[in-house]
Structures are given as C-alpha cells and as structure tokens.
C-alpha cells in the first residue's frame, strides 16, 4: 500500500490526541458529574464506564492499525531502500565499464594508428624496393641486349 498523501507523524499524532482528549474530557466531565448514589446516577456511571472502555478498545484498534500501517511503511521503505542500494551498484558498474571501454577504446584507436604508421612505412620501403627491382631487371635486360648485339 502507497500513501504519497501522508501527513507528517507529527501532525497525525496531534490531531489524533486532540480528538481524544476532548472526548475524554467531556466523557469524564460528565462521570465526575454523577457521585452514584441514587439508582439513576449508578446507572448513568455504569454507562460512560461502559464507553469508556469502548473509547480504550478503539483506541487499542486504532493503534494496532497505526501500527500495522508503520511496519507496513516500514517494509516499503526498506525495499525502496534495497532498490536505491542496488540502482547505485549498477549505476557504478556501469561508470566503470564506460571508463573501461573508453580506455579500451582509445587503446584500439592507438594500436590503429600505429598499425596505420607501421604499415605506411612498410609500404615505402616496399615501394622502394619494388622500383629498385624494376631498375635492376631494366639494366640487366639493357645488359642482355648490350651483349646479345655484339
């Protein structure tokens, strides 16, 4: 059970004493009113001592329910509470897998363009020496051609 429209403790609790002690203050007012000596007024005690332990039996009710309400609030808090604690221990992992990817990631990007340079350079010489080879087969053929006419 929700209760997002919850007075304060404080404001219950207040309003709840008020009431009871200006039902009590009256009720009693009126015992006080009748000393119980003749047939009537004993009658009439006998009544508000009859109300007045219907006042405690509801007032035992409503305390056994406003105690049933806080354990209950209670429950709810603490699983709210156990939500929070876990969303936060998610939330971090999560912050460190983002770190770790970007580290990873900045990683793989490094490793890149070294092989990107690595590669670059290995290409020239490549390059070079694929030239050099074309020459060399061009003065040996010229060489051939030189020998092969005389």
Not at 3 to 23: A, E, F, G, M
Not at 32 to 59: F, H, I, S, V, W
Not at 107 to 113: G, H, I, Q, T, V
């Amino acid at each position: 059970m929700s209760c997002p429209n919850l007075k304060p403790y404080q404001d219950v609790r207040n309003d709840k004493l008020s009431s009871i002690n200006k039902y009590l203050t009256e009720l009693l007012d009126n015992y006080d009113n009748y000393p119980g000596t003749d047939p009537d007024n004993t009658k009439m005690r006998q009544q508000y001592k009859a109300q007045l332990d219907k006042l405690n039996n509801e007032m035992i009710k409503i305390l056994n329910e406003d105690t049933a309400l806080l354990l209950e609030q209670n429950d709810e808090l603490n699983q709210k509470t156990k939500q929070v604690n876990d969303n936060t221990d998610f939330i971090k992992q999560l912050k460190e897998k983002i770190e770790l990817e970007k580290t990873s990631n900045a990683a793989r990007e490094k490793s890149e363009k070294d092989m990107y340079n690595i590669y670059e350079k290995q290409n020239k010489y490549h390059n070079v020496k694929y030239y050099l080879n074309i020459l060399v087969f061009l003065i040996f053929l010229s060489l051939l051609a030189v020998v092969l006419y005389k």
